[in-house]
């Protein structure tokens, strides 16, 4: 077939120019998104030939080779991956498969700032060559078909393509960015090694470029200069990074993984990496985001858990290996027991993946409660993190790290066996520590930061997770009346509840503010008994799966006669009893009127100025669930 020209799909111009308008400033990540491409496309043909050995053909290398050409002004990024057939190359280079991409491009809102700061969260794949190209060709042969039915992609980026056929002896694709001036730095085996060190070193492939050594001059006079020497050297480590020592990789690696896996340009808070041994062999690389992403609300969104079997990438967003409620996590968890050929539904019965997902939440749940318990540590001691934090302010810190992840309890080995190879020399020094509380005082906590941004997917595992409902109450954060913060947890308010108190009060309304100003909890205001504010749309749901916390019940001030028991005096009650006998005529015709509105009129002591208010028997639905559920058309 000849020649053929072809529109972009109106999201992918729209793209485009976004692209090549609003990521100036960090042109770069170019390298990381066709390298990674190159890296997908060899992972799939790994996969792929595990059913078909035959699509390796006679070249079974699977490699990433880089090279320039700086009086052409191209740069060249080549895998011998799975390639493409001209008619993927139509439909994966010139229109958005992912819904999820497309609504992404239609938030977008032409505000560059505004939109760089969502590109950056969203990674731009294939089309961010146009930053620094003003002409990509791509020509690509799909592995398994013949030589002549190679396909050559060539675009200026701006609205259309040319698709042609062409004969490819290599299987494979090869990118070449046709340089813009401005980018001419990218055409350079200095740069470019830096780049693939800064990128892309954790890459389990090799990634090579031709060898480069320096020739002087022939004559004299003559300048020298570098010169190819036909030997292509491996640029990078090669192995993936998680089957590294824990000790020999730099924060700056396992943050760089991070962005990889997470398409993500934000350091994360935290991560834990981990061998564990036991009745299930997995290595796990998880990671807490510093930022809720676009979709966060969509339950059905698939977590971020990659799923690897010793070494060789299965599949992207295995559902299976971490609950729902912890769908934020991002990372890598590869196993040394499952079959090369385990589908999703097979996943669904894998007793071993039972195991992994249980290991990988108890995991997480250790990792934020060791955010939590540092940020409170640093709460404690302010003083002491105020003075180093003048003069350590450069000192490297990240207690959230790998590195500082606690062993697993006791009590976690004990349940299962599961033994971690905790290498001692991750433990941090005091010097660590004291920079620590340096960095957490000069800015929002870590655990405050992961609360606003996922607090309130957190909240479903009272829900959805029994087993460590406990664990999880106690991460919860609520705002409340004792002050302004929405910091307090359930084992603060209880270290302050009054003498004779006997539950946890809450509140549930539309808004924080709604909440506060209830008329509902004026006497508990009067009286000086806090009480928990809670305005999230999961937070009556979530706590009907939690009736006590460490043996103190949970009360909603909104449900039924709120017996305050030994907090009111005997005189209050009298006082009470005898302001109900003397209205009782008022209350039969109250009654009467608002028969169909309401079930009963009542006297009641939790008013402090307001003349009334509305409240749902004990066991009935809170008012806030009803309008929530009313909302929902139910
Ligand atoms: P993503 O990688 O997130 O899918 P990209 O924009 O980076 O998005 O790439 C779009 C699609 O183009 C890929 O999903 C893949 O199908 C195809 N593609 C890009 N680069 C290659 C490559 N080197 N080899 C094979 N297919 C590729
Ligand atoms: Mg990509």
Redesign the pocket.
């Known amino acids: 077939m000849s020649k053929q020209k072809h529109s972009f799909q109106a999201e992918v111009a729209q793209l485009l120019h976004l692209v090549t308008h609003s990521l100036y400033s960090n042109k770069e990540i170019f390298l990381r998104?066709l390298i990674s491409?190159?890296s997908?496309?060899c992972d799939k043909l790994r996969f792929n030939a595990l059913a078909d050995s035959s699509l390796y053909g006679d070249q079974p290398e699977l490699e990433v080779r880089i090279s320039f050409d700086k009086a052409a002004k191209t740069l060249t990024v080549t895998?011998t991956?799975?390639?493409?057939s001209r008619e993927e190359a139509i439909d994966?280079?010139g229109t958005i498969a992912k819904s999820g991409t497309k609504d992404f491009v239609s938030r977008l809102s032409g505000d560059q700032k505004q939109d760089s700061q969502l590109i950056g969260q969203f990674g731009v794949?294939?089309?961010s060559g146009f930053i620094v190209a003003d002409k990509i060709t791509v020509e690509?042969r799909r592995a398994g078909l013949p030589a002549e039915q190679g396909v050559r992609w060539i675009s200026s980026g701006a609205g259309e393509f040319d698709v042609e056929d062409i004969t490819r002896a290599e299987r494979g694709?090869s990118?070449i960015l046709h340089l813009r001036d401005d980018a001419l730095e990218y055409a350079d085996g200095w740069r470019l090694k830096e780049l693939i060190g800064k990128y892309s070193d954790h890459i389990s492939l090799p990634i090579k470029m031709e060898g480069e050594k320096w020739e002087e001059g022939k004559e004299e006079g003559q300048p020298g200069e570098m010169v190819k020497t036909g030997e292509w050297e491996t640029i990078n480590q090669a192995s993936a990074l998680w089957t590294r020592p824990k000790k020999d990789i730099s924060d700056e690696q396992f943050k760089e993984f991070y962005k990889q896996v997470a398409h993500d340009w934000e350091d994360p808070l935290s991560w834990s990496l981990n061998r564990v041994e036991g009745s299930t062999e997995y290595t796990q690389l998880l990671y807490i985001p510093s930022h809720a992403p676009q979709d966060l609300w969509d339950r059905d969104k698939k977590a971020g858990v990659k799923l690897y079997v010793k070494r060789v990438f299965i599949m992207d967003d295995a559902e299976q290996l971490i609950p729902r409620y912890l769908r934020f996590i991002k990372g890598v968890v590869d196993s040394a027991d499952l079959p090369l050929n385990v589908s999703r539904e097979l996943l669904q019965e894998s007793r071993d993946v039972r195991s992994i997902r249980e290991g990988n939440t108890r995991r997480v749940l250790s990792m934020l409660e060791e955010l939590a318990k540092t940020e409170q540590a640093a709460a404690n001691a302010p003083a002491t993190a105020d003075a180093s934090a003048e003069n350590g302010a450069e000192q490297k810190v990240d207690i959230g790290s790998g590195e500082s992840t606690p062993a697993p309890e006791p009590t976690e080995m004990a349940e299962d066996g599961v033994t971690d190879v905790v290498d001692k020399n991750d433990a941090p020094t005091a010097a660590d520590a004291a920079a620590k509380f340096a960095e957490e005082a000069t800015r929002e906590g870590k655990y405050s930061t992961f609360w606003r941004e996922f607090g309130s997917v957190l909240k479903e595992g009272l829900g959805e997770d029994f087993a460590n409902r406990e664990r999880i109450a106690k991460l919860l954060r609520y705002a409340s009346t004792a002050g302004d913060a929405a910091n307090v947890s359930l084992a603060d308010y209880k270290a302050r509840m009054k003498p004779g108190q006997k539950a946890i009060y809450y509140i549930t309304a539309d808004t924080l503010a709604g909440a506060r100003n209830s008329p509902q909890i004026e006497v508990f205001k009067k009286k000086g008994i806090e009480v928990l504010l809670m305005a999230d749309r999961v937070d009556e749901w979530s706590l009907s799966h939690m009736p006590d916390f460490d043996g103190t019940p949970l009360q909603s001030v909104a449900k039924g006669a709120v017996d305050l028991g030994d907090l009111q005096d005997e005189a209050e009650k009298k006082a009470a009893e005898e302001a109900a006998e003397s209205v009782k005529p008022l209350l039969e015709r109250l009654k009467e009127v608002l028969k169909d509105q309401v079930e009963d009129v009542r006297v009641t002591s939790r008013l402090v100025d307001s003349p009334a208010c509305l409240v749902v028997k004990d066991a009935g639905m809170s008012m806030q669930l009803a309008r929530m559920l009313k909302q929902a058309g139910q």
């Open positions: 998104e491409n190159a997908d496309a895998d991956g799975i390639g493409m994966h280079l794949g294939f089309y690509s694709t990118v």
